[in-house]
């Protein structure tokens, strides 16, 4: 009986399509996965573990609260052309034991059924986000002068991205710096 129940819910999962690896999960429905329990490879030697759209990272056991703590802030859907999905993930991580933060803006992409990171840059105290039209965007962020304090930079940088079909992926247009006022 165990054995014809077990066949008999194989059978229900394969005609539903509930049965399957997670990049079939991902790639099937990228514009509306909800990545809060993702993973999220941010360097060589940096890769996380949300959970729950958090996580807390202390640097020992012992330690009480969190060091640093990671969310994501925003997640956006990017159509660069017909047939091409993406998702623009914006991951926050804030120094709660200290002073500092950085911001991620994080591409994935499906192709041939794989789930990847086609962009991955990081911003020190955060960025913010810019859709210009379907095929180009542009990240704001702080740019420091050698003799700017921590607390703020006293320029800007704007990075304009453009998608590139025969490369299929964004690529780096234009950078420009510009006074804070």
Known sequence: MKYLLSILTFFILTLLGSYGNAADEYCNNILDYDFSNSGFKLSKRETIQLKNNFLCEKLDSEQKGCEWEYNISETISLKPEPGVNLKLIHLYKNHVAGSGAWGYAIIFQCKDNELSQILMNEYFYDFTFQ???????????????????????TSGKIEKYTWNPKLGKYVLKSSELYKKQ
């Open 131 to 153: 859709q210009n039209n379907p095929d180009t965007f542009s990240i704001k962020s702080g740019y420091w002068q050698p003799d700017d304090p921590m607390s703020g930079p």
